[in-house]
């Protein structure tokens, strides 16, 4: 296959395959409690990439890497990806994938109030067009609704602000310099954070085996292959290969392609308010990521679906 086909294979496999993970992760939980599915499912990729590391021959990490690569585990994906697929239970899976999208606005706000970084108007502006986009978006009636909608809302908040924060710190501290063992480890860490987490709250306790469904099964295993091995390669084959900014438009595809998978596959409302929300704030994270102002470096990518 040429180079020219191999980039758009990896293309659509970070557009789509990273799109659907909210759709699958909602099927995984309905036999899989959310905790134990994902603890599970990043134990089984972090230990597939460490031993694909291991067989590449790349740089065993030190006991300080390991520690900060661990915390950063811990806020990705054990804080973050947990209240995330936790929140599934009772927000639409496109719905989820619209906040989620709001994340870099965050991270900007945290810039500016930690580190006295500058906002320039592009920023300004982005910020208030997603404030106004989640606005929309979170003022329809099924947010409202139910007591559960509303902690599943305050669950993705939680998440958001976790990802914010190891988004921030995840390059001013020492960790591998192979992305391949970073993530690996960080797959490691959170997901035995998970696994903890579901043992205190006495889902791995409780759980019998044989109750999983062969559609929850099948999601799991898409989630390790796919979610996390194959669209992880994906990414880092593209950040190789093209452009910072070409490898970031994922994160105004994500976003489309969960709404439509939800709508189209899992009976999930496609409203007039919903479409337009997911316009004003894609946009507005348009604008914050087109600020020029601001040195411009894809971040890692978290494996938060």
């Known amino acids: 296959m040429s180079e020219r086909w191999l980039i758009i294979a990896a293309f659509a496999a970070v ?34 990439l460490y031993l694909w590391g291991s067989w590449r021959r790349e740089p065993l990490p030190t006991a300080r890497q390991w520690r900060n690569t661990s915390i950063i585990g811990v806020l990705f994906l054990t804080i973050g990806t947990g209240a995330v697929v936790w929140a599934l239970q009772w927000i639409d899976t496109g719905m989820a994938a619209l906040i ?21 108007w592009q ?35 939680l998440a958001l ?77 593209l950040l190789a290969k093209v452009s910072p900014e070409k490898v970031a438009t994922s994160t105004y595809v994500n976003p489309v392609v969960a709404l439509l998978l939800g709508w189209a596959l899992n009976g999930e409302s496609l409203t007039g308010q919903s479409i337009l929300a997911g316009l004003v704030m894609l946009t507005g994270v348009f604008f914050i990521n087109s600020d020029k102002g601001q040195k411009k470096a894809v971040p890692e990518k978290r494996q938060r679906r």
């Open 15 to 48: 557009y789509i395959i990273w799109g659907s993970t909210y759709l699958f992760n909602y099927w995984a939980i309905a036999t899989i409690p959310p905790f134990l599915m994902s603890g599970t499912r990043f134990l089984a990729a972090g230990a597939i």
């Open 100 to 120: 989620v999208a709001i994340d870099p606005l965050l991270i900007m706000l945290l810039l500016w109030w930690i580190f006295g970084q500058r906002l320039r």
């Open 123 to 157: 920023a300004i502006v982005g910020a208030f067009i997603g404030i106004a986009g989640m606005i929309i978006l979170i003022g329809q009636p099924q947010f409202a609704n139910t007591p559960e909608s509303r902690w599943g809302l305050a669950a993705i908040g």
């Open 161 to 237: 602000v976790s990802w914010a924060f190891a988004s921030i710190y995840v390059s001013r501290i020492d960790m591998p310099d192979s992305r391949l063992r970073r993530s690996a480890m960080q797959m490691l860490a959170g997901g035995a954070g998970l696994m903890l987490f579901s043992l205190v709250v006495g889902e791995a306790t409780s759980f019998r085996w044989e109750m999983i469904s062969l559609s929850s099964g099948l999601s799991w295993l898409y989630l390790v292959v796919l979610g996390s091995i194959v669209a992880f390669s994906s990414f880092n084959y």
